[in-house]
């Protein structure tokens, strides 16, 4: 009666022996068909060595656009590609709302699920981006998803970002900022917040407040750059490195002779109230005799440059000088580039003069020099709206853009043209995952 089962238990093992050794061996050669894509032990780098890993990730990490767009056509200059995405622009008035401070408090409550569902990169994608840090400080006052599809696209682990948000932002805003802030270790507030009021002196305040604490981290970075909300990059990091790389040390931003209808801007006092006013109190010319230059406020500068700035008392003394001028973000950064003995630094020369198409800083199309490109304009019309005479991007600008060597443009908004950064989410995401082998 026990014999026929007991003939069964004895053929079942040598059927679970073989099949157990076949799925060892299994294990065994998919352990090293795939070893490329398993992450090297401590430093969470990736080895996007072969194609099938590659594959596997960007499966797993793409941002492909939604709808019915074709974003490589909009990207290599397919007009009538560009004209159907615009026309649903306009078609689509009200853009389905964007997300708000309480869906990001909501979502990164749970900051596991947040990185998954946001496809944020949490490993580093190359040794040689793993070995050059960059800092980021981030000045932002609104526009929650603007900010956290920024964030998401320059965010690798090895960086470090400082966010300064006004202090006079909602609170809804703070919360939904700080709950995004905390799922990262590299990602913090700036300690000291200030009231940003448009032109004064707070708007290089805050950058500074979140440079002094950039330097206090323990991350050796390399070079800064600063961003607004209204910013996107145009590169990826492993791009950035590579341009940082190649600038040998030196700074990189806009920095030319003033245009003489600018210079009431520094000859007499102004008054910070609710916003900013001329005293027309004059005011001194600037210690040691610093040339002004102009530029505007987004700098690519080295770690030794703003360490100077904090430490060399001729900084600190330009810095109390600058403090009662009009928009001293777009003459501080550009003057102190141009002094001898600031690390970094061009020789004032005007053969060293750099406008903001010839720096990589950042890409802005004025609304005042758009035109014909045959009749000497710089560049052509903006395909979305102007905002403060600076071109708020539309899809047909996408083209362009691209072409350009800028680390950054500005500006970007999602509920002016969202195609727009679909697309460029889409192509840096392809680039960050195939861009080495191209
Ligand atoms: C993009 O990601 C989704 C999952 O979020 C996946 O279903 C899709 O196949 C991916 N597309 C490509 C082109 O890899
Ligand atoms: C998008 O356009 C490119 C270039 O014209 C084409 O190769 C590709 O197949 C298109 N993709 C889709 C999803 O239609
Ligand atoms: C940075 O560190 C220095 C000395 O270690 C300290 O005096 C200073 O208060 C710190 N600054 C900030 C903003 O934490």
Redesign the pocket.
Known sequence: MFGFPKKLWRINTGLYLICGSILFLFTIVLKFTSLDCYLNDARQIIDLNTAACRDHYYKAFNLSASGKKNCTKIIEGDWDEVRQTLIENLEVKKRKVIASDKDYIELAKDCATFKTVRKYITFRLSTEEANYPIAYSMVVHGDIEAFERLLRSIYTPQNIYCVHVDAKSPDTFHQALRAIVSCFDNVFVA??LESVVYASWSRVQADL?CM??L??STVQWKYLINTCGSDFPLKTNAEIVKTLKSLNGKNNMESEEPPVGKKWRWESRFEVKENIVNTNIKKSSPPLNINIFSGNAYIVVTRDFVRAVFETSFAKDFIEWAKDTYSPDEFLWASLHRVPWMPGSFPRHSKFDTSDMNAVARLVKWGSLEGDIQSGAPYSSCTGIHRREVCVYGTGDLHWLLQQHHLFANKFDPKVDDHALQCLEEQLRFKSFYGNIM
Do not use: M, Q
Request: aromatic share 0%.
């Open positions: 300690s000291k407040n002094e604490d330097l206090n």
